[in-house]
């Protein structure tokens, strides 16, 4: 079977897109024992920074590449560089079995950028093809891709490459705004005869979460989600589960500890309880809604 291509993004920064895409890609591998790759499309490399020690990073991008190897294919570059080599998954995990990465890379900024000496004519297919032709699909039972929180290129390279999407969000208006603007580029896309984005939006997940859904301005908010039906149903689908704010997921991150490797205990026991119901309603809805093959 083929692998579902499920990307998190958020036009807005700070939702917790990066920790819910390494968080669920692990609960996936450890609890559901899928095989599961981590694609890190954002050029602030945090997925990548959180799972490997920084240390290694530059010598292991060197020897198994990045993101990069996917939108750049000029042979002779290619061998300048090794970091334009076609990318090999690394262990994203001491621990995990199936969990596996492809590097993130700065360098895809300058790619974007075209400076002088890039390669010109980027493909925003790149990513797509890339899965593809390496040989990803087969191999994986889930790729989960985190991306940048800007309607930039590689945004659009990931919606592109995804068969679905999911939409982390922190519980305040400008956050939900973002939400909002992601619908509109993916309206527009979704709409374009050169675009033509096929993945299916699985619904909005809350993250960073304080107790302030009965406040008042907690209760607008839920009305603005769930009056935003513009864009289809699914698309504002709020997650019955939600990331709670624990100060202790942040430190791990430093640490390179994922949530499901913390002592259970106050906080942390209850953000590995909505990690649970978060990822068990994710694999519910794609089963709901079959993986485009276009
Ligand atoms: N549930 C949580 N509790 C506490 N801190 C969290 C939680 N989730 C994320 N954080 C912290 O909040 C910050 C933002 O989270 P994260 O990097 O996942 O967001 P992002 O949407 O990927 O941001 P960006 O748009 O910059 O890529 C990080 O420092 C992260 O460690
Ligand atoms: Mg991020």
Same mark, same amino acid.
């Given at each position: 079977?083929?692998?579902?291509?499920?990307?998190?993004? =958020?036009?807005?920064?700070?939702?917790?897109?990066?920790?819910?895409?390494?968080?669920?890609?692990? %609960?996936?591998?450890?609890?559901?024992? *899928?095989?599961?790759?981590?694609?890190?499309?954002?050029?602030?490399?945090?997925?990548?920074?959180?799972? #490997?020690?920084?240390?290694?990073?530059?010598?292991?991008?060197?020897?198994?590449? /990045?993101?990069?190897?996917?939108?750049?294919? +000029?042979? =002779?570059?290619?061998?300048?560089?090794?970091?334009?080599?076609?990318?090999?998954?690394?262990?994203?995990?001491?621990?995990?079995?199936?969990?596996?990465?492809? #590097?993130?890379?700065?360098?895809?900024?300058?790619?974007? #950028?075209?400076?002088?000496?890039?390669?010109?004519?980027?493909?925003?297919?790149?990513?797509?093809?890339? !899965?593809?032709?390496?040989?990803?699909?087969?191999?994986?039972?889930?790729?989960?891709?985190?991306?940048?929180?800007?309607?930039?290129?590689? !945004? +659009?390279? /990931? #919606?592109?490459?995804? /068969?679905?999407?999911?939409?982390?969000? $922190?519980?305040?208006?400008?956050?939900?705004?973002?939400?909002? !603007?992601?619908?509109?580029?993916?309206? %527009?896309? $979704?709409?374009?005869?050169?675009? @033509? &984005?096929?993945?299916?939006?699985?619904?909005?997940? !809350?993250?960073?979460?304080?107790?302030?859904? *009965?406040?008042? *301005?907690?209760?607008? &908010?839920?009305?603005?989600?769930?009056? $935003? @039906?513009?864009?289809?149903?699914?698309?504002?689908?709020?997650?019955?589960?939600?990331?709670?704010?624990? @100060?202790?997921?942040?430190?791990?991150?430093?640490?390179?500890?994922?949530?499901?490797?913390?002592?259970?205990?106050?906080? +942390?026991?209850?953000?590995?309880?909505?990690?649970?119901?978060?990822? =068990?309603?994710?694999?519910?809805?794609?089963?709901?809604?079959?993986? +485009?093959?276009?």
């Amino acid at each position: 079977m083929s692998a579902s291509i499920i990307c998190f993004a =958020n036009i807005k920064g700070g939702v917790g897109k990066t920790t819910l895409t390494i968080n669920v890609a692990h %609960t996936l591998a450890e609890e559901w024992e *899928q095989r599961v790759l981590v694609v890190d499309m954002d050029p602030q490399i945090n997925a990548t920074t959180a799972l #490997l020690p920084y240390a290694e990073t530059e010598k292991i991008r060197r020897e198994s590449g /990045s993101v990069y190897g996917f939108f750049s294919k +000029v042979d =002779n570059l290619r061998a300048m560089d090794p970091n334009l080599l076609q990318p090999r998954p690394v262990k994203a995990a001491p621990t995990g079995k199936g969990f596996d990465l492809i #590097l993130g890379s700065l360098d895809t900024a300058f790619l974007e #950028l075209r400076l002088p000496g890039e390669v010109p004519g980027l493909n925003i297919n790149g990513l797509k093809n890339g !899965l593809q032709t390496g040989g990803f699909l087969d191999q994986y039972d889930h790729i989960l891709i985190d991306t940048p929180p800007t309607p930039s290129f590689y !945004l +659009v390279a /990931s #919606l592109k490459a995804a /068969s679905h999407f999911a939409i982390p969000t $922190r519980f305040d208006h400008l956050s939900i705004q973002g939400a909002g !603007l992601l619908g509109r580029v993916y309206q %527009t896309l $979704r709409d374009h005869r050169d675009y @033509a &984005i096929t993945a299916k939006p699985l619904g909005v997940i !809350l993250t960073l979460m304080q107790n302030d859904a *009965q406040t008042t *301005q907690g209760r607008e &908010i839920l009305e603005e989600i769930r009056n $935003r @039906a513009d864009l289809g149903d699914d698309f504002f689908h709020l997650f019955e589960g939600s990331l709670p704010l624990c @100060a202790a997921i942040g430190r791990a991150q430093i640490e390179h500890r994922l949530i499901r490797e913390l002592p259970p205990r106050g906080p +942390v026991k209850k953000a590995q309880t909505q990690l649970l119901r978060i990822t =068990n309603e994710l694999s519910r809805r794609l089963r709901g809604s079959a993986p +485009v093959t276009a």
